[in-house]
């Protein structure tokens, strides 16, 4: 099998799995938000991000020096190396929640006096505790199956684990409904996933077949490259969680809710670049160990080319209907978060770019330049966050994540160009970018003059708009026809 059509056979898997795991994660806070007051919905969220915040910190980021070195174990034929890799991680993951675990139940108290301002914020981070520890150990799971590029498995458990919190959270609100029944259904979610999915792992890496020897060099090897990728999600974390962290302490539990429907539904729409990256990591790996640059060069300009025409026309789609949207699935005591929606959507555009772009740093082996330029867009997060905040509120706290995004990802894009021929679809991008300027016309033009229901008269104008852009892709020469029969040759190729 080609490289091509491997990545394009995984990133198929990946993407129409996601595609279904994200639906069922967006209804999870449409769950929520419909069974939790606005303020309740806003305390929930606020505990999550400094639980997650903090958990950027375990482990050191060997996990994803799993991905990156599994790979290279298999080409070389270390499979002893494999099992131990993973257990050094394992140890390492679980001391650090204790640590931090310790300090979190230690100063629950104060959080809840001083920060969330709310005497409930106190018992949820001590179940937050719990969910820290059984979430993190499920991703060590992910990360072997990324790792041996087992697409099916490592989408299957996200779909899995939505679908049991789905169900879960819907049966916990049947009894009651507040943050305690949310963060048990939580917990419960995680620990059937876990012991799922744990017999696999267990087989993939020889946990019966090969001998426990955990070298001092060894692990030394995963903290060198974990530690930089590390300091890289700190960067990353603070871009996506600083808004709802500086939001907490200036503004209102009502706000910090609105907000937290708005990013998950702008966030929505990013699964698609994830899903590439996820594919394209360890095998970006392989063939950088493999010499293989001339690969990554021709390969990388299909995958920008394509990525940015499939996610500018549902941004676009996306910024027409945010009211509708969030009026659908919230509630009308969340439309107030429309402007911050369609600014964090064109954010999305960039975000999704720097996805693709630090990751494929990262499979070459270069995680300190991702790191640096993420902890730069992280510095300005912080910054334009603290400055504006206090007076914009959520409006200023998706500007500065636009602004942020942006950043990273044109600082990315020029940084892989020094280690990477790659032809960057420029052209493109401005003709993909016209294409969708003239879908979003059309669909204003059809909302002033089709008067039906509002979501009849949605569906009518997305899926007019649509046909329109597609037919724009052609015309515009974005792409051609051939190239396309081409791709769908690869991925149904069996």
């Given at each position: ?57 375990i ?25 131990n ?27 809840a ?14 179940l ?31 779909l899995?684990e ?38 696999a ?21 995963l ?23 500086v939001?907490?302490?200036f503004r ?5 809710g ?9 966030m ?19 063939l ?25 026309p ?15 699935m ?6 107030g978060?429309?402007?911050?929606m ?21 499979g ?41 995004y ?23 991008w401005l ?9 979003l016309?059309?669909i204003?033009?059809?909302k ?22 597609i ?6 020469r ?11 040759r ?5």
């Amino acid at each position: 099998m080609s490289y091509t059509e491997k990545a394009l056979k995984g990133f198929t898997i990946v993407f129409v799995i996601n595609v279904i795991a994200a639906f069922l994660g967006y209804l999870i806070r449409v769950v929520l938000a419909r069974n939790l007051t606005v303020a309740e919905y806003g305390l929930f969220f606020s505990v999550f991000t400094l639980v997650s915040f903090l958990g950027v910190f375990i482990g050191f980021g060997t996990g994803d020096s799993l991905v990156k070195f599994i790979p290279e174990f298999l080409v070389k034929k270390n499979y002893g190396r494999i099992k131990n890799a993973v257990i050094i991680v394992f140890l390492l993951t679980v001391a650090t929640i204790f640590a931090f675990g310790a300090a979190l139940l230690a100063f629950s108290g104060f959080f809840a006096k001083y920060y969330f301002k709310n005497p409930l914020a106190a018992p949820v981070l001590l179940l937050f505790i719990i969910i820290m520890f059984v979430s993190n150990l499920k991703s060590i799971l992910r990360w072997v199956f990324q790792a041996f590029q087992d697409m099916k498995l490592y989408s299957l458990m996200y779909l899995l684990e939505n679908s049991f919190l789905l169900a879960l959270l819907i049966g916990f609100f049947a009894f009651k409904k507040d943050v305690f029944a949310a963060s048990y259904a939580y917990i419960a979610a995680y620990l059937l996933v876990l012991i799922i999915f744990l017999p696999a792992v267990l087989k993939l890496i020889g946990f019966f077949r090969h001998k426990t020897l955990l070298k001092k060099e060894l692990s030394q090897k995963l903290l060198r490259f974990g530690i930089p990728l590390m300091i890289s999600s700190i960067g990353g974390i603070i871009i996506v969680y600083t808004d709802t962290l500086v939001l907490t302490f200036f503004r209102s539990m009502e706000e910090v809710g609105i907000y937290n429907v708005v990013v998950p539904t702008a966030m929505i729409l990013q699964f698609f670049a994830t899903s590439i990256a996820t594919v394209i990591f360890p095998m970006v790996a392989e063939l950088w160990a493999k010499k293989k640059q001339d690969y990554l060069g021709s390969g990388l300009k299909m995958i920008y080319t394509y990525s940015f025409m499939i996610m500018i026309p549902a941004v676009f789609i996306a910024f027409s209907f945010s009211k509708t949207i969030l009026r659908l699935m919230f509630g009308e005591n969340y439309i107030g978060g429309a402007v911050t929606m369609q600014i964090l959507l064109v954010g999305i555009i960039f975000l999704g770019l720097h996805s693709i772009t630090s990751t494929i740093l990262n499979g070459i082996g270069k995680p300190v330049i991702s790191t640096r330029i993420l902890l730069e867009g992280a510095l300005i997060n912080l910054a334009l966050n603290l400055l504006l905040i206090p007076f914009l509120g959520m409006i200023g706290a998706a500007i500065t994540s636009l602004i942020a995004y942006a950043y990273v990802a044109v600082r990315c894009i020029f940084k892989l160009r020094h280690f990477i021929h790659v032809e960057i679809p420029w052209i493109g991008w401005l003709k993909t970018i016209l294409a969708g300027m003239l879908m979003l016309g059309l669909i204003f033009f059809l909302k002033g003059i089709i008067f039906l229901n509002v979501y009849i008269e949605g569906i009518i104008c997305a899926a007019a708009g649509g046909l329109f852009y597609i037919v724009l892709v052609f015309v515009l020469r974005i792409v051609d026809l051939k190239e396309v029969k081409e791709l769908v040759r690869y991925i149904t190729a069996r």
